[in-house]
């Protein structure tokens, strides 16, 4: 971990999240090579909310400050409007103690949001305003931002502007030395997979969800996966059948999923995320950083709203509490 600076600088997106509970959804799953799940709400009417609220969000955010809270010292690289929502972002990060100085305020675009439907379950849909985000680019990173940092931490974006700035990060962070963790977003894989194949990038650390990583791939088998992904280290979610995780040419490893009630999937991906790669890069092995992750994926599951809840002392109570329910096995 960088010692100095900042352990790690967190590249992607921040949102306000807008968080509308309902029960008049239905979903609908289509079986093909892959389900597919569809979220349907009647067309040409008014579905009644049960509940609305406003949070900060955004894959990046979201990441950073689980590192944030469980201990790492964190700086944000993302974009906001000058508007009341672009406040919400950068008060949320102070309050939390993530670095605001690399938060990039434009005041042509307005802050990005997302529109979060929750069912009931705790099962999420989410409609993406990318807004500010969209206009972070190559010159918004300078040399000093990757030769400070312990680690690159690279979420989602997804504009031309953004992919130029990723092909930036990677050249400055090779030639310093620092290990990329990559965690893309499905929308993120759409958009960027021809170049990113002609680019044939190497990372310190891939995490994926299943349906990321096989879109990656091409590949279906969790093992072919893991052996595809183009990480020293590489990292598959999947949900309720927990998660996988192995270095480079070395054992892989299962963690299952803590059984926990789901009151809000929002930002659960993400505090995984950003918890196996604190934990790893910390000196932890796979097997234990796999742990910590579930762990803190729990955690979030069983809370409202994006961000990650707990300090480092609460979430260390909670860790030794579950430990025993969290089995890891090579796979």
């Known amino acids: 971990m960088k010692r100095g600076g900042f352990d790690f600088l967190v590249v992607g997106s921040s949102t306000v999240d807008v ?57 944000l690289l993302s974009a906001v409007g000058r508007d009341s929502f672009g406040e919400m972002v950068a008060d949320s990060m102070k309050k939390c103690g993530v670095s605001t100085a690399d938060l990039r305020v434009f005041g042509n675009a307005h802050t990005g949001i997302g529109i979060v439907l929750l069912s009931g379950g705790g099962e999420k849909s989410i409609l993406v305003f990318r807004g500010a985000n969209s206009a972070l680019g190559p010159s918004d990173i300078s040399e000093a931002d990757i030769r400070d940092s312990g ?38 894989l759409h958009g960027w997979m021809p170049r990113i194949r002609k680019l044939r990038p190497s990372f310190g650390m891939v995490i994926v969800n299943y349906e990321e990583g096989c879109y990656y791939t091409g590949k279906t088998s969790i093992m072919e996966i893991l052996r595809a992904l183009p990480g020293m280290v590489n990292v598959v979610m999947k949900d309720v059948d927990g998660a996988y995780a192995a270095v480079k040419g070395k054992e892989a490893y299962h963690v299952n999923a803590l059984p926990v009630k789901v009151r809000d999937a929002t930002g659960a991906g993400d505090a995984f995320s950003g918890a196996f790669a604190y934990s790893y890069y910390s000196g932890r092995t796979v097997q234990e950083a796999l742990k910590v992750a579930a762990a803190a994926a729990a955690v979030k599951l069983s809370h409202e709203g994006a961000h990650f809840p707990m300090g480092s002392e609460k979430f260390d109570a909670f860790f030794r509490k579950h430990r025993h329910l969290l089995a890891v096995r090579r796979v």
């Open 19 to 75: 968080i509308a509970r309902t029960n008049d959804v239905e979903r609908i799953d289509i079986v093909g090579k892959q389900v597919e799940k569809l979220v349907c709400i009647s067309f040409a009417s008014k579905s009644e909310l049960a509940g609305i609220e406003f949070s900060p969000g955004g894959s990046a955010a979201n990441s950073a400050v689980a590192m944030k809270k469980l201990g790492a010292s964190v700086r």
């Open 151 to 188: 680690c690159v931490f690279m979420a989602s974006l997804v504009s031309d502007s953004n992919y130029r700035l990723f092909e930036r990060i990677l050249l400055i962070s090779r030639k310093h030395h620092k290990p990329v963790i990559f965690a893309p977003s499905i929308t993120m």
